[in-house]
T-cell receptor, first 114, second 114 residues
Framework: KAGVTQTPRYLIKTRGQQVTLSCSPI?????VSWYQQTPGQGLQFLFE???????NKGNFPGRFSGRQFSNSRSEMNVSTLELGDSALYLC?????????????FGPGTRLTVL | AQKVTQAQTEISVVEKEDVTLDCVYE???????LFWYKQPPSGELVFLIR??????QNEISGRYSWNFQKSTSSFNFTITASQVVDSAVYFC???????????FGKGTRLHILP
């Protein structure tokens, strides 16, 4: 069974640009969650999508957005990039709701903003 | 508001020693879930355990054991006879049933010295 895949694995962007990250969950999983991991703030919840609907969102500005497609694949978009957006972005999938079940994490996308 | 505290930032022990990682949480909800995840040097988070707020039974899985005490709002994790492969960052996490957001602690970096 294939695990959670994330593309691209590495990205370098400059301030002001926008970026789209992609996540393919484990087949059959309906929930996809996104997290930002930085040395200073640790692991922070961005949002969760379940059956194409955003269930909840963490404390991030509106520049961070996402969506989920009918095949459960998800994309995350960050507009007007800032230096502080440099981080490892992790995607996780679960069969049911993320807060109630085991999540399977992808390897992450490392975003560097110059 | 929900909060997870892992007071131990970094721990080093010699192989075969036992080690306990502390996790203290705060929540106003009566229904919630607690998790432990492991992030080895390779980077991908791996699920270790989930516990719901109504199940205070301690759990043992091989060399791993978990002690859940609602009276002290703690969910501690013990590794018995530690091995070098246990070296990783360990995260404790909490989600409340009312909003399903998952809050992670800052993590404890565990070094097992040969």
């Amino acid at each position: 069974k294939a695990g959670v895949t994330q593309t691209p694995r590495y990205l370098i962007k400059t301030r002001g640009q926008q970026v789209t990250l992609s996540c393919s969950p484990i087949s059959g999983h309906r929930s996809v969650s996104w997290y930002q991991q930085t040395p200073g703030q640790g692991l922070q919840f961005l949002f969760e999508y379940f059956s194409e609907t955003q269930r909840n969102k963490g404390n991030f500005p509106g520049r961070f957005s996402g969506r989920q497609f009918s095949n459960s694949r998800s994309e995350m978009n960050v507009s007007t990039l800032e230096l502080g957006d440099s981080a490892l972005y992790l995607c996780a999938s679960s069969l049911g709701l993320a807060g109630e079940e085991e999540q399977f994490f992808g390897p992450g996308t490392r975003l560097t903003v110059l | 508001a929900q909060k997870v505290t892992q007071a131990q930032t970094e721990i080093s022990v010699v192989e075969k020693e036992d080690v306990t990682l502390d996790c203290v949480y705060e929540t106003r909800d009566t229904t919630y879930y607690l998790f432990w995840y492991k992030q080895p040097p390779s980077g991908e988070l791996v699920f270790l355990i989930r516990r719901n707020s109504f199940d205070e039974q301690n759990e043992i899985s091989g060399r791993y054991s978990w002690n859940f005490q609602k009276s002290t709002s703690s969910f501690n994790f013990t590794i018995t006879a530690s091995q070098v492969v246990d070296s990783a960052v360990y995260f404790c996490a909490l989600s409340e049933a009312r909003d399903d957001k998952i809050i992670f602690g800052k993590g404890t970096r565990l070094h097992i010295l040969p």
